[in-house]
Nanobody, 121 residues
Framework: QVQLVESGGGLVQAGGSLRLSCAAS????????MGWYRQAPGKQRELVAA???????NYADFVKGRFTISRDNAKNTVYLQMNSLKPEDTAVYYC???????????????WGRGTLVTVSS
Protein backbone atom coordinates (compact mmCIF):
# COMPACT_ATOMS: atom_id res chain seq x y z
CA GLN A 1 0.00 0.00 0.00
CA VAL A 2 1.38 3.38 -1.02
CA GLN A 3 0.40 6.42 1.00
CA LEU A 4 1.22 10.08 0.46
CA VAL A 5 1.41 12.36 3.47
CA GLU A 6 1.67 16.13 3.14
CA SER A 7 3.05 18.53 5.72
CA GLY A 8 4.00 22.18 5.99
CA GLY A 9 0.70 23.95 5.52
CA GLY A 10 -0.48 26.69 7.82
CA LEU A 11 -1.33 30.34 8.19
CA VAL A 12 0.96 32.98 6.75
CA GLN A 13 0.69 36.67 5.96
CA ALA A 14 0.67 37.93 2.40
CA GLY A 15 4.21 38.17 1.09
CA GLY A 16 5.38 35.35 3.32
CA SER A 17 6.68 31.88 2.52
CA LEU A 18 5.83 28.28 3.25
CA ARG A 19 7.40 24.99 2.26
CA LEU A 20 5.22 21.98 1.67
CA SER A 21 6.52 18.44 1.77
CA CYS A 22 4.95 15.21 0.61
CA ALA A 23 6.43 11.82 1.37
CA ALA A 24 5.31 8.60 -0.30
CA SER A 25 5.54 5.61 2.01
CA UNK A 26 5.50 1.91 1.27
CA UNK A 27 7.65 -0.45 -0.75
CA UNK A 28 8.22 1.59 -3.89
CA UNK A 29 10.40 0.79 -6.89
CA UNK A 30 9.86 4.07 -8.69
CA UNK A 31 7.56 7.03 -9.15
CA UNK A 32 7.20 8.79 -12.47
CA UNK A 33 5.66 12.23 -11.98
CA MET A 34 4.98 13.93 -8.66
CA GLY A 35 3.32 17.24 -8.07
CA TRP A 36 0.82 19.49 -6.38
CA TYR A 37 -2.73 20.50 -7.07
CA ARG A 38 -4.81 22.91 -5.06
CA GLN A 39 -8.48 23.51 -4.46
CA ALA A 40 -9.89 26.74 -3.10
CA PRO A 41 -13.40 26.90 -1.61
CA GLY A 42 -16.01 26.80 -4.34
CA LYS A 43 -13.44 26.21 -7.07
CA GLN A 44 -12.21 23.24 -9.05
CA ARG A 45 -8.96 21.50 -8.25
CA GLU A 46 -6.14 22.95 -10.35
CA LEU A 47 -2.57 21.99 -11.12
CA VAL A 48 0.06 24.05 -9.32
CA ALA A 49 3.31 22.35 -10.29
CA ALA A 50 4.66 19.00 -11.40
CA UNK A 51 8.06 17.37 -11.67
CA UNK A 52 9.23 14.24 -13.48
CA UNK A 53 11.63 11.68 -12.07
CA UNK A 54 14.30 13.28 -14.24
CA UNK A 55 13.69 16.72 -12.77
CA UNK A 56 11.73 18.41 -15.55
CA UNK A 57 9.23 20.84 -14.11
CA ASN A 58 5.94 22.38 -15.12
CA TYR A 59 4.21 25.30 -13.40
CA ALA A 60 0.84 26.94 -13.60
CA ASP A 61 1.12 30.49 -14.86
CA PHE A 62 -0.23 31.90 -11.61
CA VAL A 63 2.75 30.57 -9.60
CA LYS A 64 5.61 31.04 -12.03
CA GLY A 65 8.42 32.98 -10.43
CA ARG A 66 6.99 32.49 -6.93
CA PHE A 67 6.82 28.73 -6.33
CA THR A 68 9.53 26.12 -6.83
CA ILE A 69 8.96 22.39 -6.98
CA SER A 70 11.69 19.87 -6.24
CA ARG A 71 11.95 16.21 -5.31
CA ASP A 72 14.24 13.71 -3.64
CA ASN A 73 13.88 10.44 -5.53
CA ALA A 74 15.78 8.48 -2.88
CA LYS A 75 13.22 9.59 -0.28
CA ASN A 76 10.19 9.50 -2.60
CA THR A 77 9.47 13.03 -1.46
CA VAL A 78 8.34 16.13 -3.32
CA TYR A 79 8.57 19.69 -2.06
CA LEU A 80 6.88 22.94 -2.91
CA GLN A 81 8.62 26.14 -1.85
CA MET A 82 6.06 28.93 -1.94
CA ASN A 83 7.29 32.52 -1.80
CA SER A 84 5.53 35.86 -2.17
CA LEU A 85 2.28 34.26 -1.13
CA LYS A 86 -0.97 36.03 -1.95
CA PRO A 87 -4.42 35.71 -0.35
CA GLU A 88 -5.62 34.05 -3.56
CA ASP A 89 -3.15 31.22 -2.91
CA THR A 90 -5.36 30.15 -0.02
CA ALA A 91 -6.45 26.57 -0.70
CA VAL A 92 -6.05 22.96 0.27
CA TYR A 93 -2.91 21.69 -1.44
CA TYR A 94 -2.88 18.07 -2.56
CA CYS A 95 0.16 16.03 -3.42
CA UNK A 96 0.03 13.33 -6.09
CA UNK A 97 2.28 10.66 -7.49
CA UNK A 98 1.78 9.17 -10.95
CA UNK A 99 2.80 5.71 -12.20
CA UNK A 100 4.00 4.28 -8.91
CA UNK A 101 5.73 0.92 -9.27
CA UNK A 102 5.76 -1.46 -6.29
CA UNK A 103 6.59 -5.16 -5.82
CA UNK A 104 2.88 -6.01 -5.62
CA UNK A 105 1.31 -3.78 -8.27
CA UNK A 106 1.64 -0.56 -10.21
CA UNK A 107 -0.57 2.39 -9.34
CA UNK A 108 -1.71 4.83 -11.99
CA UNK A 109 -1.87 7.59 -9.38
CA UNK A 110 -1.95 8.13 -5.66
CA TRP A 111 -3.11 11.22 -3.75
CA GLY A 112 -2.47 12.72 -0.37
CA ARG A 113 -5.26 13.97 1.88
CA GLY A 114 -4.28 17.59 1.50
CA THR A 115 -2.81 20.33 3.65
CA LEU A 116 -4.45 23.71 4.18
CA VAL A 117 -2.60 26.88 3.27
CA THR A 118 -4.18 30.12 4.42
CA VAL A 119 -2.73 33.46 3.36
CA SER A 120 -4.02 36.48 5.23
CA SER A 121 -4.05 39.97 3.75
Amino acid sequence: QVQLVESGGGLVQAGGSLRLSCAASGSIFSINDMGWYRQAPGKQRELVAAITSGGSTNYADFVKGRFTISRDNAKNTVYLQMNSLKPEDTAVYYCYAAHVATPVRDYLERWGRGTLVTVSS
